[in-house]
């Protein structure tokens, strides 16, 4: 009986113990960047990174960033008090929702498996279909409603940034086309969006019919690590985003990324057999 007892301890506690550290990035570490592409050290580092346990989620509390292991219990939006369904969606997907006037717009997202654009009125008993697009997250603006949407899947990679308007019902339009699926996204005061998308990292900015995409990062080095999240500190001179394995830092103005970790401890190593046999043929030259 106490064994029994001393295990039942040690199975609540582990977790805890395990998953230790302090959730403001400012106190994390600097761990190598990746590799250079197409090197054996880069598929070593991806190997590494994609088996880590832990997949972090960066949120903004008061003036502090910080970054949680449980990617379901902090999000960005605001969600509607019915449980959002239509077709085969339901609530147990991830979607996106923005309050607006006449009810809510509810993005559908089941990635490969299905996604759809819809409108519920307030209480989530009447509905229609917007449109097909897999939308990631909302961005109100001055002249209509922007949305990022796309899917990554495989060596499949495609994306769109649309706009809805509203005369009798919602519509969404396409206003212009991403190089690859926008994982998540931020908006700068000024109105610009801050865009992850699937390996890189892009500004976006639209003023009347002009639109402008500037890559800030090509090689963001998280291809494979799904970044979920990304906030802008208060004076907006640095990006924050999550994702499995890290937390990247982006520094605008000296354009400077950094890889960061509570400490070393979390940072996933291969053991000598695995590097080896990663090292002996099986990724790039």
Known sequence: MPFLLIFISLYLVWPQLVYSYDPDVSTWLEVPRSPAPDS???????????????????????????????????????????TPQAEDFQNRYPYASLKVDDG??????????????????????????????????????SDGIQAIEGLAHLSFSHGSIIRLTKSHRWRAEKLTLLPEAPKAGVQFRDGRLLLVLSDSLAEYARKADRETLRFLEKDGGWGGLYPNSVV???????????????????EFE????????????????????????????????
């Not at 050290?41 to 994609?50: K, P």
């Not at 819809?118 to 109100?140: E, L, M, N, T």
């Not at 890889?259 to 099986?282: I, M, V, Y």
Request: proline share 3%; glycine share 8%.
């Open 232 to 250: 802008l500190t208060d004076d907006q001179t640095k990006a924050y985003i999550g994702m499995r394995q890290f937390v990247a830092e982006y």
């Open 40 to 82: 054996h050290d880069r598929f070593v580092w991806w190997n590494a990174s994609n088996r880590s346990r832990y997949y972090w989620k960066v949120f903004k509390e008061g003036h502090t960033i910080k970054a949680t292991l449980d990617k379901e219990g902090i999000r960005s939006f605001e969600k509607p008090l019915f």
């Open 254 to 285: 000296r354009r400077i990324l950094r890889f960061l970790l509570p400490d070393t401890s979390f940072l996933n190593k291969l053991d000598a057999e695995d590097e080896q046999a990663l090292r002996g043929g099986c990724g790039p030259s």
């Open 104 to 141: 809510w717009l509810i993005g559908f997202n089941q990635g490969e498996f299905g996604h759809a654009l819809y409108w519920f009125d307030r209480s989530g008993k009447s509905r229609y279909k917007i449109s097909s697009h897999q939308v990631v997250a909302f961005f109100p603006s």
